[in-house]
């Protein structure tokens, strides 16, 4: 059974930084693509970064590209996601994701499994 936990989320001034994980498990992970969504109070869930497990391949998001990085680690099955320069408006749940052969990597519906979520408040 895929099981993919997020953690590292909380409170941070506008400028600072965090860093999510979301550790892996039930599977070998090696030909899925992981990614990382956000849904802020009465909006959607959005796109935020993927990676491609196998090469690292990286996708991002236009509000994203240039202040977070999503990256990877084989040996602990764990998907990061650096976010450095948070603004307000990246105040969401952000959560995990993985699914195999997306037709494109930034489609909420290609995805098979989730996280349950990590509250992630940045103050102005």
């Known amino acids: 059974q895929v099981q993919l936990v997020e953690s590292g989320g909380g409170l941070v001034q506008a400028g600072g930084s965090l860093r999510l994980s979301c550790a892996a498990s039930g599977r070998t992970f090696s030909s899925y693509y992981m990614g990382w969504f956000r849904q802020a109070p009465g909006k959607e869930r959005e796109f935020v970064a993927a990676?491609?497990?196998?090469?690292?391949?990286?996708y991002y998001a236009d509000s994203v590209k240039g202040r977070f990085t999503v990256s990877r680690d084989n040996a602990k099955n764990t998907v990061y996601l650096q976010m450095n320069s948070l603004k307000p408006e990246d105040t969401a749940v952000y959560y995990c994701?993985?699914?195999?052969?997306?037709?494109?990597?930034?489609?909420?519906?290609?995805?098979?499994?989730w996280g349950q979520g990590t509250q992630v408040t940045v103050s102005s």
């Open positions: 994701a993985a699914t195999l052969r997306p037709l494109r990597a930034d489609r909420r519906g290609e995805y098979d499994y």
């Open positions: 990676i491609r497990w196998s090469d690292g391949g990286t």
